[in-house]
């Protein structure tokens, strides 16, 4: 279902986002292009492995999920995203919520935003491995969240966490096939800075 507010539009089908009717880049269109990310085992197959897997987990955590319907090549990863939230004791604020930076003017939509060890962060959901470019991606999504545009219902919970912070935590949750998670933790205050470089080289070549 596409969602609305202001004049920001995000089409989840197409994995789109628009403000006042032009279209913004994303996160990991905007990594590709500054050649951030590897994509030599990156095909359709692992594509549509990562959407299911995350529409899944997506379910699972709104409580929706018919877990008989689990097609056997992603239950594994399915098992593994369970596991994590049973074991960290992670408690989502909010989930595959999109977002748009007003200065920078990029879309993004971190798969959770939630409490880990009494900690307010982002996470990202891996089907594959959390690679280094995944700590860029959730500097930028934290940024998106940080601005707090479309996320009036949880507002005063992320400054008050933010506050006492001075910044979000971000998290990379592998699910591996075997059902395990693993959890890395990205420390380092310069992936924005990153990021930003990538988002220049990206808006050079689409002649931005």
């Known amino acids: 279902m596409i969602q ?18 032009k279209v913004l880049a994303h996160c990991t269109s905007i990594l590709a292009d500054a050649n951030a990310v590897d994509s030599t085992y990156w095909d359709e197959d692992c594509r549509n492995r990562g959407s299911a897997v995350h529409k899944a987990i997506q379910y699972a955590a709104e409580g929706d999920l018919d877990y008989e319907s689990i097609d056997e090549s992603i239950a594994g990863h399915v098992k593994a995203h369970s596991v994590f939230t049973k074991t960290s004791g992670f408690k989502p604020l909010l989930i595959e919520a999109p977002g ?32 280094k470019w995944t ?25 008050e966490a933010k506050k006492r912070q001075g910044f979000l935590w971000r998290w ?19 992936d924005f800075r990153r990021f930003l470089s990538c988002l220049d080289v990206s808006n050079w070549k689409q002649g931005k």
């Open 4 to 21: 609305t507010f202001n004049n920001f539009q995000y089409d989840p089908e197409h994995h789109r986002y628009m403000l006042d009717g």
């Open 100 to 131: 748009y930076h007003p200065r920078y003017l990029y879309g993004a939509t971190p798969d959770s935003v939630g409490f880990l060890n009494g900690k307010l962060g982002v996470l990202e959901y891996k089907s594959g491995k959390v690679e």
């Open 135 to 159: 700590g860029l991606q959730l500097a930028a999504g934290a940024e998106v969240i940080e601005w707090m545009i479309g996320y009036e219902k949880v507002k005063d919970i992320i400054m």
């Open 172 to 190: 990379g949750v592998e699910l591996a096939a075997d059902g395990r998670p693993h959890l890395t933790t990205f420390k380092d205050r310069n």
